[in-house]
T-cell receptor, first 114, second 111 residues
Framework: DQQVKQNSPSLSVQEGRISILNCDYT??????FLWYKKYPAEGPTFLIS?????DKNEDGRFTVFLNKSAKHLSLHIVPSQPGDSAVYFC?????????????FGKGTLLTVNP | NAGVTQTPKFRILKIGQSMTLQCTQD?????MYWYRQDPGMGLKLIYY???????DKGEVPNGYNVSRSTTEDFPLRLELAAPSQTSVYFC??????????FGSGTRLTVV
């Protein structure tokens, strides 16, 4: 049973527009959520995170929104750039932000077209 | 600062062969992990360790073994390779303050 779901395998966006990547989870005990970015032939790299006590976290062009009642989070990238083209993984943790034992979604391939 | 180093980057094994995937980190992280990523799938946890001498099973441990004799090293052992173990393997380490750092992966093909 998949506890973290990314239902869109791919997303294509024009440069300069907004990219919205979605993630749903089923385990209400998850209390910390993260987004990772992965380029081909590289390991995932941390992008942004949010604790369950917040509903929004911003870092430059990246904003993560959390809707606990809907068990849904989203990553907004504004404005999108061609260098943002990568696979984005949503991940969740039970560990109160201690960065321990993450559960990952399947990933969404974002393509930003010039 | 090397971070997490995995070797080898690529390997082809025959069914029934064994091998060890090496993983070393230089950040003094207590937590270390092995994940596998199958095509079109997310990362699944194979084994993890919360410190030297302590290991535990993750979501998909069958067919693998690990050891953690030092803080730095966390090798993953495949004893009898099977085609189902064809995957990309990622080692990672983490701390509460640093977050996760992943290695660049080992692409393993079992034929």
């Amino acid at each position: 049973d998949q506890q973290v779901k990314q239902n869109s395998p791919s997303l294509s966006v024009q440069e300069g527009r907004i990219s919205i990547l979605n993630c749903d989870y089923t385990n209400s005990m998850f209390d910390y959520f993260l987004w990772y970015k992965k380029y081909p032939a590289e390991g995932p790299t941390f992008l942004i995170s949010i604790s369950s006590i917040k509903d929004k976290n911003e870092d430059g062009r990246f904003t993560v929104f959390l809707n606990k009642s809907a068990k849904h989070l989203s990553l907004h990238i504004v404005p999108s750039q061609p260098g943002d083209s990568a696979v984005y993984f949503c991940a969740a943790s039970l560990s109160g932000g201690s960065n321990y034992k993450l559960t990952f979604g399947k990933g969404t391939l974002l393509t930003v077209n010039p | 600062n090397a971070g997490v180093t995995q070797t080898p980057k690529f390997r082809i094994l025959k069914i029934g062969q064994s091998m060890t995937l090496q993983c070393t980190q230089d950040m003094n992280h207590n937590y270390m992990y092995w994940y596998r990523q199958d095509p079109g799938m997310g990362l699944k946890l194979i084994y993890y360790s919360v410190g030297a001498g302590i290991t535990d099973k993750g979501e998909v441990p069958n067919g693998y073994n690990v050891s953690r004799s030092t803080t730095e090293d966390f090798p993953l052992r495949l004893e009898l390779a099977a085609p189902s173990q064809t995957s990309v393997y990622f080692c990672a380490s983490s701390s509460p303050t640093d977050g996760y750092t992943f290695g660049s992966g080992t692409r393993l093909t079992v034929v």
